[in-house]
Nanobody
Framework: QEQLVESGGGLVQPGGSLKLSCATS????????LGWFRQAPGKEREFVAT????????ESADFVKERFMFTRDGGKNTIYLRMNRLEPDDTAVYYC????????????????WGQGTRVTVSS
């Protein structure tokens, strides 16, 4: 059983920024594709971004565009989601996820979920 521990959520004004973190074990970091989903109030959970266990190209949803940056730190076994120019529509609970491949992660075939961290964008 792997644990994914998110942090960094909170209340931010429109146009502001937040950086989410997801800490995991060394085994999970090097074995699984890791990524982010989000679930807005009253909506289904949706894919945000992912990267393979060996690194490589980040895959992200169309709405991410150039506002969100997905990075990883092997020294800390942690992935990050830097969110800029936040909009009210970005309000959601953000979940860290682990899957056997980026393809499976994008399809929602997730092996492990974090507990989620809430992001609220409001003035």
């Amino acid at each position: 059983q792997e644990q994914l521990v998110e942090s960094g959520g909170g209340l931010v004004q429109p146009g502001g920024s937040l950086k989410l973190s997801c800490a995991t074990s060394r085994r999970a970091y090097t074995t699984y594709a890791l990524g982010w989903f989000r679930q807005a109030p009253g909506k289904e959970r949706e894919f945000v971004a992912t990267i393979g266990s060996a690194g490589g190209t980040t895959e992200s949803a169309d709405f991410v565009k150039e506002r969100f940056m997905f990075t990883r730190d092997g020294g800390k076994n942690t992935i990050y989601l830097r969110m800029n120019r936040l909009e009210p529509d970005d309000t959601a609970v953000y979940y860290c996820a682990a899957a056997l491949s980026t393809k499976q992660l994008r399809a929602g075939e997730v092996a492990y979920w974090g507990q989620g961290t809430r992001v609220t964008v409001s003035s």
